[in-house]
């Protein structure tokens, strides 16, 4: 996992190492008025984006077979949470997030 380098999207931590079999977190929070949705992606090995599932206001949407949890809220202020849960090897990658606001 690396942090973006736009400073109104936060993550923590920016680089996270883990076994396999755990959970591992990673948190986002901004202060960006009016934004209400967050997404969450895996970079493949060939560089494309597999999303993991999204963060609507209050309401997780993780998509089907990701093993993946995300919880809290994505508006100014609040912690959006992604939890990879059963890591393997192949977990390994870099994870994107990207925030914007919901028409």
């Not at 923590?12 to 009016?34: F, N, Y």
């Not at 809220?73 to 959006?80: E, L, S, V």
Request: charged fraction near 20%; charge should be positive; glycine fraction near 6%.
């Amino acid at each position: 996992w690396r942090q973006s380098a736009h400073t109104a999207m936060e993550t923590k931590p920016a680089e996270k190492c883990s076994r396999p079999a755990q959970t591992a977190t990673i948190t986002c929070s901004h202060d960006i008025q009016d934004y209400t949705r967050i997404l969450w992606y895996k970079q493949l090995k060939n560089n494309q984006m597999q999303l993991l599932g999204y963060m609507n206001v209050n309401k997780g949407y993780p998509e089907t077979g990701m093993n993946v949890k995300i919880d809290g809220g994505a508006n100014r202020g609040q912690t959006c949470t992604l939890s990879i849960e059963n890591l393997s090897l192949s977990s390994s990658s870099v994870w994107w997030l990207v925030g914007f606001k919901a028409k």
